[in-house]
């Protein structure tokens, strides 16, 4: 039986969850199949203005593939090649959302599950969490595609930590090599991925969209063009520009609608 991907909305916030429970949430082809269709979908709904991933239950974001596909979804070069660019659309899916992204981590991130998760914007997990690819293990390589975004977020050294030595990190530690961006007791985890949901949601939605956008490009190592640096001020022509500042001068609450 394939797992799922699930979705539910609470006003601007939506929550996809990963669940295939029976196997630590791992994430088969029709789950990938799946999360790219859920997240593309919400992306163009302008109702929401953040989302956040979870894996289903406490025990795990996602430990990973499921293992037992790959002998027959992986098993020749042109099948492998087929798998990984569905796993591959899932997760570019993630990374070009323009709404801001949080993962939401309980328990085991592993393999398929942390590349999810890099993906993200914000990664909020509690202490007991778990984070690694030990794939070295299974005698298989990581797709390079798929290498890329981990390989930004930790660097070259975390990297050849998880996949050389197949370490498994905890919370603590993940945090300090930058795979994590907040840890906290794992009663409140779920508490604070949602205040953090809507921290962003007081935003501005088209501020949050236009710094996801800059942040890509600076990481682009070439120089900004004239007219990328004159598109940084389209904020001057929002509704939601001249909302903030009359807020702030007016000592209240900003009321953004999203133009």
């Excluded at 239950?57 to 070069?77: H, K, L, M, N």
Aim: negative net charge.
């Amino acid at each position: 039986m394939n797992g799922s991907v699930r979705c539910s909305c609470d006003g601007e916030v939506a929550t996809i969850t990963l669940s295939n429970p029976t196997k630590l949430n791992a994430v088969d082809s029709v789950m990938w199949r799946q999360l790219a269709a859920v997240v593309n979908e919400l992306a163009a709904d302008t109702r929401f203005r953040c989302l956040v991933l979870q894996g289903e239950g406490d025990q795990a974001f996602a430990a990973g593939g499921d293992i037992e596909e790959f002998s027959t979804q992986r098993d020749t070069v042109d099948r492998a090649m087929a798998y990984h660019a569905l796993a591959g659309a899932a997760l570019q899916a993630v990374g070009d959302c323009p709404l801001p992204t949080i993962a939401l981590i309980r328990g085991a991130c592993i393999g398929g599950g942390l590349e999810i998760a890099a993906q993200c914007d914000l990664r909020i997990c509690g202490t007991s969490a778990r984070l690694g690819a030990p794939i070295n293990r299974l005698g298989f390589s990581m797709y390079p595609v798929e290498m890329q975004a981990l390989l930004r977020l930790a660097g070259v050294a975390t990297m050849r930590e998880l996949l050389l030595e197949g370490r498994i990190l905890g919370a603590a530690e993940a945090l300090s090599k930058g795979l994590v961006t907040r840890v906290v007791a794992d009663q409140e985890v779920v508490a604070e991925a949602y205040a953090t949901a809507r921290r962003v949601c007081q935003g501005a939605p088209l501020v949050a969209r236009w710094h996801k956008q800059l942040l890509q490009r600076l990481q682009q190592d070439l120089p900004l063009r004239e007219e990328e640096l004159r598109d940084s001020f389209a904020f001057l022509e929002t509704d939601d520009y001249r909302e903030g500042l009359a807020a702030f001068l007016a000592k209240r609450a900003p009321r953004f609608r999203g133009c």
